[in-house]
């Protein structure tokens, strides 16, 4: 999933002003890294068939259910597993943006040095280590926003567009979001069935139309929950039938659930990666 070392063009090794920002790529590359054992423990579920598809019927009528197969022990190591790495991604992530905000207010400083004045009130000097990238939904909370507070207009107006009310781009407002509620619980991961338009069902190793389909939706699968069920008259008895059903590891949260998880971090790694990009295109160029 993570493996281009890359950033969306510039990074680590493309950075074209590395005493600025290369601790903000950094702090990506590191929450590349944890996007990438998020990606190898969620294939290990699929891998050691942790979980599986079950199929009976009465009559012509079919359904498959939802099996859990692995050992409640070893789940729990690897969900333990999952939600660390979510959680290092999600620290690294936030922790990015916010070290990007810190080098406007170094270099905020550097043109206008008045902003540490100590004959301006406390309160009003400009801390470069209290600054902190706003993520906001609404107009007026970026304009109250204690981590801009006193950065200078023109940095605050090339960040306001970047906000989640802008448009429908949500990926900033879903790391906001669950880096926060990682600081007071681990989320955890669970199994979902995300791409219904790819159910189908196999009858003797053959696709064979079911137009009666009925998918059940789940927030989160449990084991025995059934999540087809289907006709299939005239099957012979000892058909071999096998209900295709997409099983992948998402985040326990209501912005992730029914979301591929890998993906939720792929959406989070690219707006990042964008914001750091433009930051150092418009203020850092040489």
């Not at 400009?126 to 007026?140: G, Y």
């Not at 209900?243 to 985040?251: A, E, L, N, R, S």
């Amino acid at each position: 999933m993570m493996s281009e070392r890359t950033l969306a063009g510039r990074g680590l090794d493309g950075g074209r002003n590395p005493d600025y920002l290369a601790d903000a790529w950094q702090r990506l590359e590191w929450a590349n890294s944890n996007g990438q054992a998020f990606d190898d423990l969620s294939q290990w579920f699929m891998d050691v068939g942790a979980y599986a598809i079950w199929v009976e019927h009465e009559g012509d009528r079919w359904q498959a259910t939802f099996r859990r197969l692995c050992e409640p022990s070893i789940e729990q190591e690897k969900r333990t597993a999952l939600a660390l790495a979510l959680g290092s991604f999600l620290d690294h992530s936030r922790a990015a943006l916010n070290y990007t905000v810190y080098q406007l207010a170094l270099l905020a400083i550097r043109e206008e040095p008045a902003l540490v004045s100590p004959d301006l009130p406390k309160r009003q000097q400009l801390r470069p280590e209290t600054v902190e990238f706003p993520i906001v939904r609404k107009p007026e909370h970026f304009d109250s926003h204690s981590g801009i507070r006193n950065l200078p207009e023109k940095y605050r107006d090339f960040l306001k567009p970047k906000q989640p009310y802008h448009g429908e781009d949500q990926r900033l407002w879903k790391l906001n979001e669950l880096a926060r509620e990682y600081r007071h619980r681990l989320v955890h991961t669970i199994a979902i069935s995300p791409v219904e338009n790819l159910h189908h069902v196999l009858v003797n190793g053959q696709i064979t139309p079911t137009p009666d389909m009925e998918i059940i939706p789940h927030e989160r699968l449990e084991d025995g929950d059934v999540l087809l069920r289907f006709t299939l008259p005239g099957i012979e008895p000892d058909a071999h039938v096998q209900p295709q059903v997409v099983i992948t590891v998402g985040i326990d949260h209501p912005l992730g659930r029914g979301i591929v998880g890998t993906g939720v971090l792929n959406d989070i790694r690219a707006v990042v990666a964008a914001v750091i990009n433009e930051v150092e295109a418009e203020f850092f160029e040489p």
